[in-house]
């Protein structure tokens, strides 16, 4: 009996301990780019990637409590439904939009995940519509295209130009 509950247990727990470990090597690939492209310093940098270590300490102890008091594998298979819903949304083409105040104007790094795309530009009201518009890079993280744009105000419209 013990072995088969061992049988069960350690391929959840190597599952998800690769998943936690992918986690902090894709931050700990994108970080210098985040970092160069949103103008932080090594401390903020270091906080940045430390801050995702916090849900480790918070979240251990009630998800231990409720791994022991309810069953284990309904309580994985519920993070993992968790998970799944909190990722699908970046799974398509969609932007995002970070802001940064710098004296002066407003730094938004705009980030569009199109994995199909072989070049992005993006158009908007901060360039006077022209085109081709401001050219966005592809990241090391597949399929991820970020540009920071200096904005005088945060009131900007802007579309994405894809090939």
């Keep these: 009996m013990t072995q088969q509950r061992w049988l069960r247990?350690?391929?959840?727990?190597?599952?998800?301990?690769?998943?936690?470990?992918?986690?902090?090597?894709?931050?700990?690939?994108a970080l210098p780019d985040i970092a160069r492209d949103l103008h932080m310093n090594p401390e903020q940098s270091g906080n940045a990637a430390g801050i995702f270590f916090w849900?480790?300490?918070?979240?251990?102890?009630?998800?231990?409590?409720?791994?022991?008091?309810?069953?284990?594998?309904?309580?994985?298979?519920v993070l993992l439904v968790v998970w799944w819903?909190?990722?699908?949304?970046?799974?398509g083409p969609s932007v995002r939009v970070a802001a940064s105040v710098i004296p002066d104007t407003v730094l938004v790094r705009f980030e569009l995940s199109a994995p199909d795309a072989h070049e992005v530009s993006l158009a908007g009201s901060?360039?006077?519509?022209?085109?081709?518009g401001i050219p966005l890079r592809r990241s090391t993280v597949p399929g991820l295209w970020?540009?920071?744009?200096?904005?005088p105000d945060l009131k900007a419209q802007f579309a994405?130009?894809?090939d």
């Design 9 to 29: 247990i350690i391929p959840v727990a190597f599952i998800m301990y690769t998943i936690a470990f992918v986690d902090r090597t894709n931050i700990s690939l």
């Design 55 to 77: 849900g480790y300490i918070v979240l251990q102890i009630p998800g231990g409590y409720l791994a022991e008091h309810w069953s284990a594998k309904r309580f994985v298979a």
């Design 85 to 91: 819903m909190s990722a699908r949304p970046v799974a």
């Design 126 to 132: 901060f360039n006077r519509w022209e085109a081709p």
């Design 146 to 151: 970020p540009v920071p744009v200096p904005l």
């Design 160 to 162: 994405t130009i894809r």
